[in-house]
């Protein structure tokens, strides 16, 4: 069993040495265009956002952040001409369409919902385009900061310490980044409880 674990250790210590060694232009255009594609298929966003700051450290937010924007205009779009006609037809729900229009509402599902469901449902419900767009900017910023700040602080601890046996409770940013997780987790479920029963 030990065997295996050091292994395993070696494969991700080479992993993230190779990783080094790529070029960043190239890696960032291939990143910011998968990103691009899989945001807007119903994958979970979170593993996209590891991988991006696996790559990149702290810049994979960047383009992680820049992908969720260009892939939810990208689901906007097209849902709005796929069911533009459609969606017409469905019964009007007086919450819906209070819904729609109030921005902390917005907020609040883009942070809770899962990335391309909530892109989905949006899209679908026909929010304007200026409310969703600033919905979707405000809105990934915590789940993804905090993510890529845990990411990037083990990446950077295990290529500084050459072994993945560190204490990564010593490290501020991947601390700051833990309570950012928490909170996120704890105040999206009080806000969920409360607002979206």
Do not use: W
Not at 54 to 65: D, I, K, N, T
Request: charged share 15%; net charge positive; aromatic share 20%.
């Amino acid at each position: 069993m030990e065997f295996f674990l050091n292994e395993f250790k070696m494969n991700i210590l080479n992993y993230l040495i190779y990783i080094e060694t790529i070029d960043h232009f190239y890696l960032i255009f291939i990143l910011c265009l998968f990103s691009i594609i899989l945001f807007s298929i119903p994958i979970p966003g979170s593993f996209l956002v590891i991988i991006n700051a696996s790559f990149l450290g702290f810049g994979g937010f960047f383009v992680s952040y820049i992908s969720c924007v260009i892939s939810s205009i990208i689901v906007y779009f097209f849902f709005k001409k796929l069911f533009f006609k459609k969606n017409k037809l469905l019964p009007q729900y007086n919450f819906i369409e209070k819904s729609k229009n109030n921005l902390y509402t917005l907020i609040l599902c883009r942070v809770i919902v899962p990335f391309p469901i909530c892109s989905y449902l949006l899209s679908f419900i026909k929010v304007k385009i200026k409310k969703y767009l600033f919905a979707t900017i405000i809105g990934t910023i915590p789940g993804t900061l905090s993510i890529t700040l845990a990411f990037a602080s083990m990446k950077n601890a295990i290529l500084k310490n050459s072994d993945i046996n560190i204490n990564l409770f010593k490290d501020p940013i991947f601390l700051i980044s833990l309570i950012i997780i928490f909170s996120f987790i704890f105040f999206s479920h009080i806000l969920k409880k409360r607002y979206l029963k």
